[in-house]
């Protein structure tokens, strides 16, 4: 399943065309501090909801949708820092947490996971 989910992200990627996205540059070290927000079970735990191919789990969780060619999917990182700050503005009925509004992340740290998920 976890192939048939990569392919089709990639197909995706293929036809929106990646070469129109702009993105601004994001830091080794911000990247690295999304990973670790994404993984992390007392912060971000991305990783119980959603499924990205560098996270290294072995059990990703199935609830959310897979995290995959994001910088396609969100271009604008305004939208998708929206999405991360309050998800139930999008769609009230959404079952994941405003990690922002009830700060559980702060805006530094949803940079990072932003750094972190436009790199995959």
Known sequence: MRKNII???LLGLALIGAS???LADYSADDIAKGKALYLNKKKGNCIACHMIPDADAKLPG???PPLLAMKARF???TKLRAQ???AT???PLSIMPPFGRHWIL???E???LIAYLYEY
């Open 7 to 9: 392919k089709h992200a």
């Open 20 to 22: 129109s996205v702009t």
């Open 62 to 64: 199935n609830q959310g």
């Open 75 to 77: 271009p604008d990182s």
């Open 84 to 86: 991360i700050w309050d």
């Open 89 to 91: 503005v999008r769609n």
């Open 106 to 108: 702060s805006e530094a």
């Open 110 to 112: 949803i940079d990072a």
